[in-house]
Protein backbone atom coordinates (compact mmCIF):
# COMPACT_ATOMS: atom_id res chain seq x y z
CA UNK A 1 0.00 0.00 0.00
CA UNK A 2 2.51 2.55 0.91
CA UNK A 3 4.37 1.66 -2.47
CA UNK A 4 1.82 2.51 -4.63
CA UNK A 5 1.17 6.31 -4.01
CA UNK A 6 3.22 7.56 -7.11
CA UNK A 7 4.12 6.24 -10.37
CA UNK A 8 7.73 7.06 -10.13
CA UNK A 9 8.11 6.32 -6.41
CA UNK A 10 9.78 2.93 -5.47
CA UNK A 11 8.05 3.65 -1.81
CA UNK A 12 10.09 2.29 0.87
CA UNK A 13 12.98 0.59 0.37
CA UNK A 14 13.79 -2.04 2.81
CA UNK A 15 17.95 -2.30 3.51
CA UNK A 16 18.74 0.47 0.19
CA UNK A 17 22.81 -0.25 1.23
CA UNK A 18 22.00 -3.22 -0.87
CA UNK A 19 20.90 -1.67 -3.79
CA UNK A 20 23.18 1.38 -3.76
CA UNK A 21 26.57 1.41 -3.15
CA UNK A 22 27.94 3.52 -0.05
CA UNK A 23 31.09 4.24 -1.64
CA UNK A 24 31.50 6.51 -4.01
CA UNK A 25 31.51 4.38 -7.49
CA UNK A 26 32.75 5.95 -10.73
CA UNK A 27 30.07 4.85 -12.86
CA UNK A 28 27.12 5.40 -10.64
CA UNK A 29 25.89 8.09 -8.20
CA UNK A 30 22.82 8.09 -5.76
CA UNK A 31 23.96 11.46 -3.74
CA UNK A 32 25.94 14.49 -3.85
CA UNK A 33 29.79 13.41 -3.47
CA UNK A 34 31.31 15.72 -0.94
CA UNK A 35 34.53 15.21 -1.46
CA UNK A 36 35.60 15.67 -4.88
CA UNK A 37 35.12 19.37 -6.73
CA UNK A 38 31.57 19.80 -8.20
CA UNK A 39 29.94 17.20 -6.25
CA UNK A 40 30.35 14.22 -9.18
CA UNK A 41 32.15 10.74 -8.72
CA UNK A 42 33.66 10.26 -11.95
CA UNK A 43 36.45 13.20 -12.18
CA UNK A 44 37.23 14.66 -15.50
CA UNK A 45 40.03 13.29 -17.41
CA UNK A 46 43.54 15.67 -16.81
CA UNK A 47 43.70 18.37 -19.11
CA UNK A 48 45.52 16.93 -22.17
CA UNK A 49 44.60 12.98 -21.79
CA UNK A 50 44.45 11.19 -25.11
CA UNK A 51 43.19 7.27 -24.50
CA UNK A 52 45.46 4.85 -25.89
CA UNK A 53 44.89 4.35 -29.10
CA UNK A 54 43.13 7.42 -29.67
CA UNK A 55 45.45 9.37 -31.61
CA UNK A 56 44.22 12.32 -32.96
CA UNK A 57 40.99 11.70 -31.76
CA UNK A 58 40.51 15.31 -31.01
CA UNK A 59 41.42 16.79 -33.82
CA UNK A 60 38.57 18.43 -35.21
CA UNK A 61 39.47 18.29 -38.53
CA UNK A 62 36.15 18.33 -40.78
CA UNK A 63 35.55 15.21 -42.70
CA UNK A 64 35.81 17.11 -46.44
CA UNK A 65 38.73 19.28 -44.93
CA UNK A 66 41.46 16.73 -46.58
CA UNK A 67 43.36 19.80 -47.34
CA UNK A 68 43.65 20.94 -43.59
CA UNK A 69 44.57 17.28 -42.32
CA UNK A 70 47.37 17.44 -44.94
CA UNK A 71 48.70 20.34 -43.83
CA UNK A 72 48.79 19.46 -39.75
CA UNK A 73 48.53 15.91 -39.13
CA UNK A 74 52.08 14.80 -38.98
CA UNK A 75 52.89 11.28 -38.77
CA UNK A 76 54.29 10.15 -35.09
CA UNK A 77 55.50 6.84 -36.54
CA UNK A 78 58.90 6.51 -38.06
CA UNK A 79 59.93 5.07 -41.34
CA UNK A 80 60.95 1.65 -40.01
CA UNK A 81 61.03 -1.18 -41.63
CA UNK A 82 58.88 -2.62 -38.63
CA UNK A 83 56.44 0.09 -38.89
CA UNK A 84 56.02 -0.33 -42.72
CA UNK A 85 56.00 -3.80 -42.90
CA UNK A 86 52.92 -3.95 -40.53
CA UNK A 87 51.27 -0.88 -42.87
CA UNK A 88 51.88 -3.94 -45.60
CA UNK A 89 49.99 -6.20 -43.82
CA UNK A 90 47.07 -3.68 -43.06
CA UNK A 91 46.78 -2.88 -46.71
CA UNK A 92 46.64 -6.05 -47.69
CA UNK A 93 43.91 -7.03 -45.27
CA UNK A 94 41.87 -3.58 -45.39
CA UNK A 95 42.59 -2.12 -48.92
CA UNK A 96 44.55 -4.32 -51.24
CA UNK A 97 41.14 -5.31 -52.50
CA UNK A 98 40.30 -2.09 -54.23
CA UNK A 99 43.94 -0.42 -54.96
CA UNK A 100 45.59 -3.43 -55.57
CA UNK A 101 48.68 -5.27 -54.72
CA UNK A 102 50.66 -2.43 -56.57
CA UNK A 103 48.60 0.44 -55.67
CA UNK A 104 47.23 0.64 -58.84
CA UNK A 105 43.65 0.63 -58.48
CA UNK A 106 43.31 -2.55 -60.03
CA UNK A 107 42.45 -4.94 -57.20
CA UNK A 108 39.87 -7.76 -57.93
CA UNK A 109 37.25 -5.29 -56.06
CA UNK A 110 38.65 -2.26 -57.75
CA UNK A 111 38.27 -3.48 -61.34
CA UNK A 112 34.38 -3.78 -60.78
CA UNK A 113 33.97 -0.83 -58.57
CA UNK A 114 35.69 1.60 -60.87
CA UNK A 115 37.28 4.56 -60.40
CA UNK A 116 39.80 3.49 -57.85
CA UNK A 117 43.20 5.74 -58.47
CA UNK A 118 46.53 4.84 -58.86
CA UNK A 119 48.71 5.80 -56.22
CA UNK A 120 51.59 6.58 -58.56
CA UNK A 121 50.28 9.28 -61.03
CA UNK A 122 49.29 12.53 -61.21
CA UNK A 123 48.08 14.12 -58.23
CA UNK A 124 48.19 11.13 -56.31
CA UNK A 125 51.74 10.22 -55.89
CA UNK A 126 52.06 13.31 -53.87
CA UNK A 127 49.62 12.71 -51.27
CA UNK A 128 51.31 12.97 -48.05
CA UNK A 129 50.74 11.04 -44.88
CA UNK A 130 48.31 13.44 -43.06
CA UNK A 131 46.35 13.59 -46.54
CA UNK A 132 46.40 9.69 -46.32
CA UNK A 133 45.43 9.10 -43.26
CA UNK A 134 42.20 11.83 -43.14
CA UNK A 135 40.96 9.61 -46.08
CA UNK A 136 41.66 6.35 -44.40
CA UNK A 137 39.79 7.73 -41.73
CA UNK A 138 36.43 9.78 -43.30
CA UNK A 139 36.61 8.04 -46.89
CA UNK A 140 36.39 10.65 -50.14
CA UNK A 141 34.37 10.71 -52.67
CA UNK A 142 33.16 6.83 -53.48
CA UNK A 143 35.48 5.74 -50.88
CA UNK A 144 33.77 4.69 -47.61
CA UNK A 145 35.39 5.58 -44.45
CA UNK A 146 37.21 3.10 -43.10
CA UNK A 147 38.07 4.34 -39.19
CA UNK A 148 36.14 2.10 -37.36
CA UNK A 149 38.05 -0.74 -39.28
CA UNK A 150 41.29 0.67 -38.16
CA UNK A 151 42.59 2.78 -35.44
CA UNK A 152 45.17 5.81 -35.40
CA UNK A 153 47.92 3.65 -35.15
CA UNK A 154 47.02 1.29 -37.89
CA UNK A 155 45.89 4.55 -40.20
CA UNK A 156 49.76 6.17 -40.01
CA UNK A 157 51.25 2.51 -40.66
CA UNK A 158 49.00 1.88 -44.09
CA UNK A 159 49.56 5.75 -44.46
CA UNK A 160 53.53 4.85 -44.86
CA UNK A 161 52.91 1.71 -46.88
CA UNK A 162 50.67 3.92 -49.06
CA UNK A 163 53.53 6.29 -49.70
CA UNK A 164 55.59 3.05 -50.90
CA UNK A 165 53.25 2.45 -53.41
CA UNK A 166 53.58 5.67 -54.84
CA UNK A 167 56.99 5.34 -55.66
CA UNK A 168 55.38 3.02 -58.38
CA UNK A 169 57.43 0.02 -57.76
CA UNK A 170 54.76 -1.85 -56.13
CA UNK A 171 55.90 -3.62 -52.82
CA UNK A 172 59.64 -3.30 -53.88
CA UNK A 173 58.90 0.45 -53.11
CA UNK A 174 59.16 -0.35 -49.35
CA UNK A 175 62.36 -0.92 -48.90
CA UNK A 176 63.31 2.13 -50.51
CA UNK A 177 61.30 3.97 -47.61
CA UNK A 178 62.84 2.89 -44.87
CA UNK A 179 64.86 5.62 -42.91
CA UNK A 180 65.59 3.50 -39.62
CA UNK A 181 67.92 6.58 -38.40
CA UNK A 182 65.11 9.01 -38.76
CA UNK A 183 63.93 10.34 -35.63
CA UNK A 184 61.17 7.95 -33.88
CA UNK A 185 61.78 5.49 -36.22
CA UNK A 186 61.28 3.13 -32.99
CA UNK A 187 58.95 4.76 -31.52
CA UNK A 188 57.12 2.28 -29.83
CA UNK A 189 53.68 1.57 -30.94
CA UNK A 190 50.94 2.96 -28.61
CA UNK A 191 53.05 5.32 -26.37
CA UNK A 192 53.24 8.63 -28.82
CA UNK A 193 50.62 11.56 -27.30
CA UNK A 194 51.75 13.75 -30.39
CA UNK A 195 50.00 14.04 -33.26
CA UNK A 196 48.91 16.79 -34.99
CA UNK A 197 51.13 20.07 -35.74
CA UNK A 198 49.17 21.87 -32.73
CA UNK A 199 50.23 19.28 -29.96
CA UNK A 200 53.30 19.59 -31.63
CA UNK A 201 54.22 23.16 -31.00
CA UNK A 202 53.52 22.31 -27.27
CA UNK A 203 54.99 18.90 -27.17
CA UNK A 204 55.88 19.57 -23.21
CA UNK A 205 52.16 20.21 -21.87
CA UNK A 206 50.22 17.48 -23.25
CA UNK A 207 52.22 15.06 -20.80
CA UNK A 208 53.26 17.01 -18.22
CA UNK A 209 52.50 16.17 -14.52
CA UNK A 210 51.41 19.99 -13.98
CA UNK A 211 48.52 20.40 -11.85
CA UNK A 212 45.31 21.45 -13.92
CA UNK A 213 44.03 24.94 -12.04
CA UNK A 214 40.95 23.37 -10.95
CA UNK A 215 41.62 19.73 -9.84
CA UNK A 216 39.06 16.98 -10.74
CA UNK A 217 37.56 19.50 -13.01
CA UNK A 218 39.93 19.90 -15.46
CA UNK A 219 40.34 23.39 -17.24
CA UNK A 220 36.93 24.23 -18.07
CA UNK A 221 38.48 26.40 -20.99
CA UNK A 222 39.99 23.63 -22.78
CA UNK A 223 37.66 20.28 -22.03
CA UNK A 224 36.84 18.33 -24.90
CA UNK A 225 39.77 19.78 -27.16
CA UNK A 226 43.15 19.03 -27.13
CA UNK A 227 45.61 21.84 -26.99
C1 LIG B 1 35.66 -0.49 -51.83
C2 LIG B 1 36.87 -0.09 -52.48
C3 LIG B 1 37.91 0.67 -51.67
C4 LIG B 1 38.55 0.29 -50.51
C5 LIG B 1 38.34 -0.96 -49.68
C6 LIG B 1 39.49 1.35 -50.22
N1 LIG B 1 39.42 2.33 -51.15
FE1 LIG B 1 40.57 4.00 -51.24
N2 LIG B 1 39.55 4.66 -52.85
C7 LIG B 1 38.53 3.97 -53.47
C8 LIG B 1 37.96 4.79 -54.53
C9 LIG B 1 36.81 4.41 -55.45
C10 LIG B 1 38.68 6.01 -54.50
C11 LIG B 1 38.43 7.25 -55.36
C12 LIG B 1 37.47 8.11 -54.58
C13 LIG B 1 36.95 9.30 -55.37
O1 LIG B 1 37.78 10.13 -55.77
O2 LIG B 1 35.73 9.37 -55.52
C14 LIG B 1 39.67 5.88 -53.46
C15 LIG B 1 40.59 6.85 -53.14
C16 LIG B 1 41.60 6.73 -52.21
C17 LIG B 1 42.65 7.69 -51.97
C18 LIG B 1 42.82 9.03 -52.69
C19 LIG B 1 42.05 10.10 -51.99
C20 LIG B 1 42.09 11.44 -52.67
O3 LIG B 1 42.49 12.40 -52.01
O4 LIG B 1 41.66 11.54 -53.83
C21 LIG B 1 43.43 7.19 -50.97
C22 LIG B 1 44.64 7.84 -50.34
C23 LIG B 1 42.87 5.91 -50.59
N3 LIG B 1 41.76 5.66 -51.36
C24 LIG B 1 43.40 5.08 -49.63
C25 LIG B 1 42.80 3.90 -49.19
C26 LIG B 1 43.31 3.09 -48.13
C27 LIG B 1 44.59 3.38 -47.39
C28 LIG B 1 42.45 2.05 -47.96
C29 LIG B 1 42.49 0.97 -46.94
C30 LIG B 1 42.41 1.38 -45.56
C31 LIG B 1 41.40 2.20 -48.95
N4 LIG B 1 41.64 3.34 -49.67
C32 LIG B 1 40.35 1.31 -49.13
C33 LIG B 1 38.09 2.69 -53.17
C34 LIG B 1 38.47 1.96 -52.06
Known amino acids: MTGCNEANDPGLE ?14 SQVGANHINPMGINERT ?6 PRGKLAYYTH ?12 LTNPYGYSKTHLEEGKVLYTRNCQHCHGEQGDGQGPVGIKFKGVPNYSAGSYKTMNDGHIYHV ?11 GSQVNPEERWKIAMYVRALQLGKGPDGLADMVKEGSPMA ?5 DSTMTSGQMKKNPTKAGSNEMSKNPGAGDPARNGEAI
Open 14 to 27: YAPEMYTSIPYEPL
Open 45 to 50: PAVGTV
Open 136 to 146: IQWGKGRMMPH
Open 61 to 72: IGKDDVETAAKV
Open 186 to 190: NVPTA
